[in-house]
């Protein structure tokens, strides 16, 4: 029987691959080893249910899998820079209803550039992660820090776009715990051809 935060975990990826943004709070270390468990055994977030999921921790308690090293499809060598980035806020696990911003590539990719240079890049990059696709298909690449952790940032020099700066501080009054940045992910063919 999986504990509830495995519950949470499971479900919020379960809604993601429904189309669905949604967050890991409180489950966030669940949700880094049901990913692992995922991407070493190859089955979808469509695929896995509680009863799989169950049986892939059982193995790995008896010491027949190891589900501690990143067999990955993440990170930003794997997003579309081109493509704008759709920002969603949210409260616990909850999207606030009606808030989006569509952040546009070269801001994006400014952004990007700005946090590296800043040494800051992990404010992306740790929680990045491929599991959710739009409803035509666009596989994504999900980065979902916490809205203290962006506002940090912002205070020690980010420079954003003054309509998203608006946003976050809207959003930081409407109980905003979390930001998803949802970055398209590079297709197959783009990734063949960089020999990643």
């Not at 691959?17 to 468990?37: D, P, V």
């Not at 499809?73 to 820079?81: A, M, N, P, R, T």
Request: proline share 2%; aromatic share 8%; hydrophobic share 35%.
């Amino acid at each position: 029987m999986l504990n509830k935060q495995y519950e949470n975990a499971l479900s919020s990826f379960k809604a993601q691959a429904n189309g669905t943004s949604t967050s890991f709070e409180g489950c966030e270390a669940e949700a880094q080893h049901i990913y692992r468990i995922i991407m070493t055994e190859k089955v979808s977030v469509e695929e896995i249910d509680e009863d799989m999921l169950v049986k892939f921790l059982a193995q790995e308690v008896e010491g027949k899998t190891d589900y501690s090293k990143y067999v990955d499809h993440d990170g930003l060598q794997y997003v579309d820079i081109e493509k704008d980035v759709e920002i969603y806020p949210y409260s616990g696990q909850t999207p606030i209803s009606g808030e989006t911003y569509r952040l546009l590539s070269l801001d994006a990719i400014a952004m990007l550039y700005q946090l590296k240079s800043m040494g800051q890049l992990s404010l992306i990059d740790d929680t990045l992660q491929s599991l959710c696709q739009r409803k035509d298909g666009t596989q994504l690449q999900t980065a979902f820090p916490d809205l203290s952790d962006v506002k940090a940032c912002i205070s020690r020099g980010l420079i954003l776009p003054q309509a998203l700066v608006e946003k976050i501080n809207l959003w930081e009054t409407m109980n905003c715990s979390e930001i998803t940045f949802n970055f398209e992910e590079l297709k197959s063919n783009d990734l063949e051809s960089e020999g990643l």
